[in-house]
């Protein structure tokens, strides 16, 4: 079993920044791929970024690629998610997701996932 939960999100203005944590537990989550997935009111949960065991590969949606950083402490079991430039449409839920099936490839389709976080909620404000 793995225990995923995310820290670090609140309100922010428009253009401010902010660092999500997804600290894990359980298990160690050093040879999987993690993945940030958020999901907005109304709206699919949707994938943001993701990161091979080694944080060697990342991989970002078009919608924050630019604005976001994914990155992994190993020893810490912790991965993290910068976001610079935040807009209103940032605003979501955010969940941290660990793929069990992969360690290099980065699945952007939530089914690939099998371990999630709680979220952390992200609002931004215009």
């Known amino acids: 079993q793995v225990q995923l939960v995310e820290s670090g999100g609140g309100l922010v203005q428009a253009g401010g920044s902010l660092r999500l944590s997804c600290a894990a537990s359980g298990r160690t989550f050093s040879p999987y791929v993690m993945g940030w997935f958020r999901q907005a009111p109304g709206k699919e949960r949707e994938f943001v970024a993701g990161?091979?065991?080694?944080?060697?590969?990342?991989r970002y949606a078009d919608s924050v690629k630019g604005r976001a950083t994914i990155s992994r402490d190993n020893v810490r079991n912790t991965v993290y998610l910068q976001m610079n430039s935040l807009k209103p449409e940032d605003t979501a839920v955010y969940y941290c997701?660990?793929?069990?099936?992969?360690?290099?490839?980065?699945?952007?389709?939530?089914?690939?996932?099998?371990?999630w976080g709680q979220g952390t909620q992200v609002t931004v404000s215009s």
């Open positions: 997701a660990l793929d069990l099936d992969n360690v290099i490839t980065i699945a952007i389709i939530r089914g690939s996932y099998d371990y």
């Open positions: 990161i091979s065991r080694t944080g060697g590969s990342t």
